[in-house]
C-alpha cells in the first residue's frame, strides 16, 4: 500500500470513510503487544491520502515506543482525519469518526491532537466509550497540553544540568517553535524559571502575545531552528530537523514537544556528529499520554500526574548515562530501549 515502508510493521490500519458528513480518516494500530493502543486523533488538510497514511503510521508507530519507554499498559495507535475542503458539520463528522473507533472494539482508544478538542472528544463519549481527554465533573481530566509541556519543561531543565553543565534555567536562551497548545504553556513555565525566549508562530498574535507576557524576542518562522540559543524546542509540527535544517541549527540541546521531528534517523547522526544533542520527541513530550491514560483509567489526580510527568526528567537522565555506554545517539539508544519495551507488561 503507498509503498512505505513502516506498513508491514502496523497490526491494523483502517480507511474510514462516511459520505454523509465527508469523513476521510486512517486509524492505524501499530501495536497492542502492551495492551489496547492508545494515540490522540489529528485533524488536518493533507495534500493527499498518501500524505495522510505516512503521518498516521509514523505518528502510531510512535505512540508504541511513547507509551512503552513511559511504562503505561497501552500499545501504540493514531487517527488522523483528512479536514474536508470548506465548510462542514462538525459533531457529525466527529460522531462518524466515533463509530469508526468503535468498530475497533476497543482494540484503538483515542484523544486530542493537533486541530482536535476537548469538545469534539465530548461528542465522540456520546458515540464510543474508548476516547479520553474529557474534562469531567469533579474528576482528573481534560486538555492534556499542560501536562505535555511540563513534561518538556523538566527534560529541559534536565537537558541543561547534563549536557550544558548548567545549575538552573535563569539566563538560558530557549528558541520555541511554535506557541499553541503545547508551547504556550512551556513558554509560561521556562518564563518563570528565568529562561530568555526567542519564539516564532505562523500565527502572528500569538508571538506579539509571548512577547508582552514573556518579553520574548520575535523571530521569522524561517529562522527560529537557525536561532543563537542555547536550547531549541520544536513545539509546532514533525519533520522540522531535516537535512536542510539540521547543518544550521545552532542550540547544544534539543527538546519539544512535536511529534516525529527528525525527518529521519540519519538527521540524529547528523545532530550528534555537530556536537548537538537531541532529546527524542516520544521520551519528552510523554506528558500528554500519561495525563489521558490516568484518566482513562480512572486514576487519575492532579498531584499524583504531574509527579508520574515529573518522572520524565529521571528517563532523560537515564537515557544519557546509556547513550555514553553505548557509544551511540539518544535517538538510536531510545529506539532500542522502547522496543525492547514492546512486549506485555508483567
Ligand atoms: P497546536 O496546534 O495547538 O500548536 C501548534 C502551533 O504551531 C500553532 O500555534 C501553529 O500556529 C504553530 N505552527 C505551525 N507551523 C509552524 C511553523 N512552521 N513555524 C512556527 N509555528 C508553527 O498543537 P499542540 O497541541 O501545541 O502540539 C504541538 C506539537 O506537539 C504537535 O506536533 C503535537 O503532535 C505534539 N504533541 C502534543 C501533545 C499535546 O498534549 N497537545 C502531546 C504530545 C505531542
Given amino acids: 500500500l503507498f509503498g512505505l515502508p513502516d506498513q508491514a510493521a502496523h497490526e491494523r490500519v483502517l480507511l474510514a470513510t462516511d459520505p454523509a458528513t465527508g469523513l476521510k480518516a486512517i486509524l492505524a494500530v501499530h501495536s497492542t503487544a502492551r495492551g489496547p493502543a492508545f494515540g490522540g486523533c489529528r485533524l488536518w488538510h493533507y495534500d493527499s491520502e498518501a500524505a495522510a497514511l505516512n503521518d498516521a503510521l509514523r505518528l502510531s508507530q510512535g505512540m508504541s515506543l511513547k507509551n512503552a519507554l513511559t511504562d503505561l499498559p497501552f500499545g501504540g495507535g493514531k487517527a488522523v482525519i483528512l479536514k474536508p475542503q470548506g465548510d462542514f458539520?462538525?459533531?457529525?463528522?466527529?460522531?462518524?469518526?466515533?463509530?469508526?473507533?468503535?468498530?475497533?472494539?476497543?482494540?484503538?482508544?483515542?484523544?486530542?491532537?493537533?486541530?482536535?478538542?476537548?469538545?469534539?472528544?465530548?461528542?465522540?463519549?456520546?458515540?464510543?466509550?474508548?476516547?479520553?481527554?474529557?474534562?469531567?465533573?469533579?474528576?482528573?481530566?481534560?486538555?492534556?497540553?499542560?501536562?505535555?509541556?511540563?513534561?518538556?519543561?523538566?527534560?529541559?531543565?534536565?537537558?541543561?544540568?547534563?549536557?550544558?553543565?548548567?545549575?538552573?534555567?535563569?539566563g538560558v536562551r530557549v528558541a520555541l517553535q511554535g506557541l499553541g497548545a503545547v508551547g504556550w504553556h512551556l513558554a509560561e513555565f521556562l518564563h518563570q524559571a528565568g529562561a530568555r525566549l526567542i519564539v516564532a508562530d505562523v500565527d502572528a498574535a500569538k508571538v506579539q502575545r509571548a512577547a508582552e507576557r514573556f518579553g520574548a524576542t520575535a523571530v521569522h518562522v524561517g529562522e527560529i531552528l537557525a536561532a543563537d540559543v542555547d536550547v531549541l524546542a520544536p513545539c509546532a509540527l514533525g519533520a522540522s530537523l531535516n537535512t536542510q535544517t539540521v547543518p544550521a541549527v545552532r542550540a547544544k540541546l534539543i527538546a519539544g514537544a512535536a511529534n516525529n521531528q527528525l525527518a529521519t534517523t540519519a538527521d540524529g547522526d547528523a545532530l550528534q556528529a555537530r556536537g548537538i544533542c537531541y532529546l527524542p520527541d516520544y521520551l519528552v513530550n510523554a506528558g500528554g499520554i500519561i495525563s489521558v491514560a490516568r484518566e482513562y483509567r480512572g486514576e487519575g489526580e492532579e498531584t499524583a500526574v504531574m509527579a508520574e510527568v515529573s518522572k520524565i526528567a529521571e528517563r532523560v537522565e537515564e537515557l544519557l548515562q546509556r547513550v555514553q555506554k553505548a557509544d551511540s545517539t539518544p535517538a538510536r539508544v531510545a529506539d532500542d530501549w522502547a522496543r525492547s519495551k514492546l512486549v506485555k507488561p508483567a
Fill in 89 to 170: 458539520d462538525r459533531p457529525a463528522l466527529f460522531a462518524a469518526f466515533g463509530r469508526a473507533v468503535q468498530s475497533l472494539n476497543g482494540a484503538y482508544i483515542t484523544a486530542e491532537d493537533v486541530g482536535t478538542t476537548t469538545a469534539d472528544m465530548r461528542g465522540l463519549q456520546a458515540v464510543t466509550p474508548f476516547v479520553s481527554g474529557i474534562p469531567r465533573d469533579g474528576a482528573f481530566g481534560g486538555d492534556p497540553s499542560p501536562k505535555t509541556a511540563w513534561g518538556v519543561f523538566v527534560s529541559i531543565r534536565a537537558g541543561v544540568r547534563l549536557v550544558l553543565g548548567r545549575s538552573s534555567l535563569d
